[in-house]
């Protein structure tokens, strides 16, 4: 068990079951929501954009911005603000550039998964049999590196095990899910992102009343200097290139969001989603930057020693508030968590069900879509924890795989496949080949010492992707320029 | 789309040469071909109906690429001086937070909110949309 740096109280305990009790509720409720295929993989056209919006936030901060986050910004500064700062306010801008044509998209085919969209879009089950690949696969990779996360937050939250924290968080998480699926998770996910916002305020005033807010103590610190107060941070200065581009344009490109453009009840509700989805995001990152510094602050007036673990700063400034504070701040901790595990095990389990069996071609009937999809939940969440405890290596390597992963399948798919129709098949293919099979091999290649990009790999594998297909489309025609689907025309002039 | 494929070209140049050479300046280069492609996807999506109104080719469009430009610029120009603060922040970290990070919400979530059913998603145009698609059938 590792150091008990927040003492469990009643109140956290008490914070924590009701947190749990109210998600699986709302997730039962969502059950009349998930009658239908669209329903249950999707939420297809189903809600508000208040419930959008929350849930897109919460789905999109995860676990990592509220405690790797922290930690980065203790060991390194302003540099991995960047990734936050850019990712709010992209919000707004990925639903500027193709929010309205993701929500076309519903009306024009049945859509109940991202795969969906693209195989109607490139008339093509190749395209769509790689991206659920790809999907499933980083979904997987990736809640797998949330596992010990998760469990270290319920040890530190609950006094319990690691082992128990994990069946306690993934058991109540899947209590839900199993019942109502991408319909619950959204719901459960709008929720989750108000006790979020509830904890940030919490952060807020925490951060200001115990520093006052100016950071020249640290600019002035031998421990720390200028480097830790300017504007890039002490990381390589490119990696401010990486962080700036792939998390603002790149939020458009996040399942946790792309999927949510299509699940809006009508077309004016993309207005709140897209600005409510923003700016609840924008508030959430203060968690990372404030208890960031906070830490960092706590160090440079010597009244805590400095941290080895990274993944202890957030704890350490949390350890340092009251009691309810601490309540509000860890449940807001589990609320990013369980909200990212519980989209990525229902578009897993989407990916699979739907989408990779039909590319196969054994379209599974609607009828029975929905029953094998609840037992691939099981599947996924079992595989997830089983990876996550047991992956060593593998672990390390595919935890990487997130969000650049998700960018380079999905921004050539959707934003170049939305936005150009000369974009075709045929350069889709070849893209997403290429961004499986770099975003796999190039993790690898650094992990093993064989070779590294100056950059975060991530960078060359999105763009790579986009200039392949842009290449490529200017000699291919499949499902592109004439060969456009005539159905496809009215998206296009939205 | 060539013009959004040549920036990212650009962009990894940057950041790998300008990465292994610790050419600042080259990776400051790089960080306004950012600054670039976020204008050129804006300009692709924030068009209806093929048509962009110059409002919104002004703000939200170009002003989210100069906001940018300004922050970058700020932050190059001020990385790891030791300077006197603005608003308790380092001029690197106040340039960040008020240009790129306020910047971008203004050119993007305030101008959505603004501009939503005038010029990002008018009525008419989805009531258009609607009819066309009414008399097709559902594509698969």
């Given at each position: 068990?590792?150091?008990?740096?927040?003492?469990?109280?009643?109140?956290?305990?008490?914070?924590?079951?009701?947190?749990?009790?109210?998600?699986?509720?709302?997730?039962?409720?969502a059950?009349?929501?998930?009658?239908t295929?669209?329903?249950?993989?999707?939420?297809?056209?189903m809600?508000?954009?208040?419930?959008?919006?929350?849930?897109?936030?919460?789905?999109?901060?995860?676990?990592?911005?509220?405690?790797?986050?922290?930690?980065?910004?203790?060991?390194?500064?302003?540099?991995?603000?960047?990734?936050?700062?850019?990712?709010g306010?992209?919000?707004?801008?990925?639903?500027?550039?193709?929010?309205?044509?993701?929500?076309?998209?519903?009306?024009?085919?049945?859509?109940?998964t991202?795969?969906?969209?693209?195989?109607?879009?490139?008339?093509?089950?190749?395209?769509?049999?790689?991206?659920?690949?790809?999907?499933?696969?980083?979904?997987?990779?990736?809640?797998?590196?949330?596992?010990?996360?998760?469990?270290?937050?319920?040890?530190?939250?609950?006094?319990?095990?690691?082992?128990?924290g994990?069946?306690?968080?993934?058991?109540?998480?899947?209590?839900?899910?199993?019942?109502?699926?991408?319909?619950?998770?959204?719901?459960?996910?709008?929720f989750?992102?108000?006790?979020?916002?509830?904890?940030?305020?919490?952060?807020?005033?925490?951060?200001?009343?115990?520093?006052?807010?100016?950071?020249?103590?640290?600019?002035?610190?031998?421990?720390?200097?200028?480097?830790?107060?300017?504007?890039?941070?002490?990381?390589?200065?490119?990696?401010?290139?990486?962080?700036?581009?792939?998390?603002?344009?790149?939020?458009?490109?996040?399942?946790?969001?792309?999927?949510?453009?299509?699940?809006?009840?009508?077309?004016?509700?993309?207005?709140?989603?897209?600005?409510?989805?923003?700016?609840?995001?924008?508030l959430?990152?203060?968690?990372?930057?404030?208890?960031?510094?906070?830490?960092?602050?706590?160090?440079?007036?010597?009244?805590?020693?400095?941290?080895?673990?990274?993944?202890?700063?957030?704890?350490?400034?949390?350890?340092?508030?009251?009691?309810?504070?601490?309540?509000?701040?860890?449940?807001?901790?589990?609320?990013?968590?369980?909200?990212?595990?519980?989209?990525?095990?229902?578009?897993?389990?989407g990916?699979?069900?739907?989408?990779?069996?039909?590319?196969?071609?054994?379209?599974?009937?609607?009828?029975?879509?929905i029953?094998?999809?609840?037992?691939?939940?099981?599947?996924?969440?079992?595989?997830?924890?089983?990876?996550?405890?047991?992956?060593?290596?593998?672990?390390?390597?595919?935890?990487?795989?997130?969000?650049?992963?998700?960018?380079?399948?999905?921004?050539?798919?959707?934003?170049?496949?939305?936005?150009?129709?000369?974009c075709?098949?045929?350069?889709?293919?070849?893209?997403?080949?290429?961004?499986?099979?770099?975003?796999?091999?190039?993790?690898?290649?650094?992990?093993?010492?064989?070779?590294?990009?100056?950059f975060?790999?991530?960078?060359?594998?999105?763009?790579?992707?986009?200039?392949?297909a842009?290449?490529?489309?200017?000699?291919?025609?499949?499902?592109?320029?004439?060969?456009?689907?005539?159905?496809?025309e009215?998206?296009?002039?939205? | 789309?060539?013009?959004?494929?040549?920036?990212?070209?650009?962009?990894?140049?940057?950041?790998?040469?300008?990465?292994?050479?610790?050419?600042?300046?080259?990776?400051?280069?790089?960080?306004?071909?950012?600054?670039?492609?976020?204008?050129?996807?804006?300009?692709?999506?924030?068009?209806?109906?093929?048509?962009?109104?110059?409002?919104?080719?002004?703000?939200?469009?170009?002003?989210?690429?100069?906001?940018?430009?300004?922050?970058f610029?700020?932050?190059?120009?001020?990385?790891?001086?030791?300077?006197?603060?603005?608003?308790?922040?380092?001029?690197?970290?106040?340039?960040?937070?008020?240009?790129?990070?306020?910047?971008?919400?203004?050119?993007?979530?305030?101008?959505?909110?603004?501009?939503?059913?005038?010029?990002?998603?008018?009525?008419?145009?989805?009531?258009?949309?609607?009819?066309?698609?009414?008399?097709?059938?559902?594509?698969?």
């Open positions: 068990m590792d150091e008990q740096l927040i003492q469990p109280s009643p109140v956290i305990i008490g914070y924590t079951i009701v947190f749990m009790l109210v998600s699986i509720a709302i997730g039962w409720y059950n009349k929501f998930a009658k295929a669209e329903g249950f993989f999707g939420g297809t056209k809600f508000g954009g208040v419930v959008i919006g929350l849930a897109s936030a919460a789905a999109v901060m995860s676990a990592f911005g509220f405690i790797g986050g922290p930690g980065l910004v203790y060991k390194f500064g302003f540099t991995s603000i960047w990734m936050t700062i850019a990712c306010p992209g919000f707004a801008y990925g639903y500027w550039v193709i929010g309205k044509r993701m929500r076309a998209m519903a009306d024009v085919t049945d859509v109940a991202l795969p969906d969209i693209a195989r109607v879009r490139f008339q093509s089950q190749a395209v769509r049999g790689i991206l659920a690949i790809g999907l499933c696969a980083a979904a997987v990779a990736y809640l797998s590196s949330q596992v010990k996360g998760g469990a270290k937050l319920m040890n530190q939250m609950l006094g319990v095990s690691e082992e128990w994990v069946a306690i968080m993934f058991g109540s998480t899947l209590a839900y899910m199993l019942v109502s699926g991408m319909s619950g998770s959204i719901l459960t996910d709008a989750q992102g108000l006790v979020m916002l509830i904890g940030v305020f919490g952060v807020i005033i925490a951060y200001f009343s115990m520093t006052g807010g100016d950071l020249s103590v640290i600019m002035n610190s031998p421990q720390f200097g200028p480097t830790f107060v300017d504007g890039a941070g002490a990381m390589p200065f490119q990696l401010v290139i990486a962080f700036a581009m792939i998390f603002f344009i790149g939020v458009m490109g996040q399942p946790t969001m792309l999927a949510k453009m299509y699940s809006v009840k009508s077309h004016r509700d993309l207005k709140v989603a897209g600005i409510l989805g923003g700016c609840s995001y924008g959430t990152s203060l968690v990372w930057i404030l208890v960031g510094y906070g830490a960092m602050w706590l160090v440079a007036t010597g009244a805590s020693a400095p941290i080895k673990d990274l993944d202890k700063a957030a704890f350490l400034f949390v350890s340092k508030t009251g009691g309810v504070l601490q309540a509000l701040v860890m449940a807001a901790l589990l609320a990013a968590i369980v909200s990212t595990a519980s989209f990525f095990i229902s578009l897993a389990s990916a699979l069900t739907r989408d990779l069996a039909g590319a196969l071609g054994h379209e599974i009937p609607v009828g029975r879509q029953v094998i999809g609840r037992y691939l939940q099981i599947v996924v969440m079992i595989l997830c924890i089983g990876f996550g405890y047991w992956g060593g290596r593998a672990v390390a390597i595919l935890g990487t795989l997130g969000w650049g992963f998700f960018a380079s399948v999905t921004i050539p798919t959707f934003t170049m496949g939305l936005l150009w129709r000369r075709s098949r045929e350069a889709i293919i070849l893209a997403l080949i290429f961004a499986v099979v770099a975003n796999i091999a190039c993790p690898i290649l650094e992990n093993f010492k064989i070779w590294r990009f100056p975060p790999y991530y960078l060359f594998t999105v763009g790579g992707a986009v200039i392949i842009t290449v490529v489309s200017f000699f291919t025609d499949g499902a592109a320029g004439k060969n456009l689907p005539k159905q496809m009215p998206v296009f002039k939205l | 789309m060539l013009v959004a494929a040549v920036c990212w070209g650009f962009v990894i140049y940057a950041s790998w040469v300008g990465g292994a050479a610790k050419d600042n300046q080259l990776i400051y280069f790089g960080l306004l071909a950012c600054a670039v492609l976020t204008v050129v996807y804006y300009l692709m999506g924030a068009v209806v109906n093929e048509k962009m109104s110059t409002t919104v080719l002004i703000w939200p469009v170009l002003l989210n690429g100069i906001f940018q430009a300004i922050a610029t700020i932050v190059y120009t001020t990385k790891g001086q030791k300077m006197d603060f603005i608003m308790g922040m380092h001029p690197g970290f106040f340039a960040a937070m008020v240009f790129f990070w306020l910047g971008n919400f203004v050119t993007a979530t305030l101008a959505y909110l603004m501009l939503f059913s005038s010029k990002a998603v008018p009525d008419d145009e989805w009531e258009r949309f609607q009819k066309e698609i009414a008399g097709q059938e559902k594509l698969h």
